[in-house]
């Protein structure tokens, strides 16, 4: 099973400026990775998917990164909106299709 | 509009059984392979089953092989998620949602099983 890791586990960032949330894998999974956003009591929400591409109406200000264990999701200017859960998810090697344990993005 | 909408969880003993069901609309539902995740109160994300667009594969957790199986109906265009010998730790929100083998891109809002005497 591959084991994902993200770090930190909470992020205080101020409003208007840059964060970055990483995700490390236990061996490689090419650019199979996805990003996810989950506010209070919502399901989540795909942001990124084969590691850097934004799905369907999300803004431009996140972006992602990476390949093979090491990756980077970027949200350039932070907006109230983005204060959320973020989760990390490999779909390269499977069953089990896997998830990091969450970065909680909060208001500095 | 794609929707997923969950139904069946509720509140059963340890040692029970419940059957979950996801009805699916405004995609070509036999096309997509689907996926249970859970989240328990407080946690995060779980895969727990997928199952192909024909639903000649499934797939699962090691935490729940045997004990959970996955089917779906394309006439009906709805997923289950028959869950036997519940046990407390089974207790989560279940998402259903569109993907396996990709990233999930739908996800329906879940429904909630409790396992409790």
């Known amino acids: 099973e591959i084991v994902m890791t993200q770090s930190p586990a909470t992020l205080s960032v101020s409003p208007g400026e840059r964060a970055t949330l990483s995700c490390r894998a236990s061996?490689?999974?090419?650019?199979?990775l996805a990003w996810y956003q989950q506010k209070p009591g919502q399901a989540p929400r795909l942001l990124i998917f084969?590691?850097?591409t934004r799905a369907t109406g999300i803004p431009a200000r996140f972006s992602g990164s990476g390949s093979g264990t090491e990756f980077t999701l970027t949200i350039s200017s932070l907006q109230s909106e983005d204060f959320a859960l973020y989760y990390c998810?490999?779909?390269?090697?499977?069953?089990?299709?896997?998830f990091g344990q969450g970065t909680r993005l909060e208001i500095k | 509009e794609v929707q997923l909408l969950e139904s069946g969880g509720g509140l059963v003993q340890p040692g029970g059984s419940l059957r979950l069901s996801c009805a699916a609309s405004?995609?070509?539902?036999?096309?997509?392979?689907m996926s249970w995740v859970r989240q328990a109160p407080g946690k995060g994300l779980e895969w727990v089953s997928g199952?192909?667009?024909?639903?000649?594969?499934?797939y699962y957790a090691d935490s729940v092989k045997g004990r959970f199986t996955i089917s779906r109906d394309n006439s009906k265009k709805t997923v289950y998620l028959q869950m036997d010998s519940l046990r407390v730790d089974d207790t989560a929100l279940y998402y259903c949602?569109?993907?396996?083998?990709?990233?999930?891109?739908?996800w329906g809002q879940g429904t909630l099983v409790t396992v409790s005497s």
């Open positions: 949602a569109r993907g396996v083998a990709v990233a999930i891109d739908y």
């Open positions: 084969g590691a850097s």
């Open positions: 199952i192909s667009g024909t639903g000649g594969s499934t």
């Open positions: 405004g995609f070509s539902f036999s096309s997509n392979g």
């Open positions: 061996q490689s999974i090419s650019n199979n």
């Open positions: 998810q490999q779909y390269r090697s499977w069953p089990p299709i896997t």
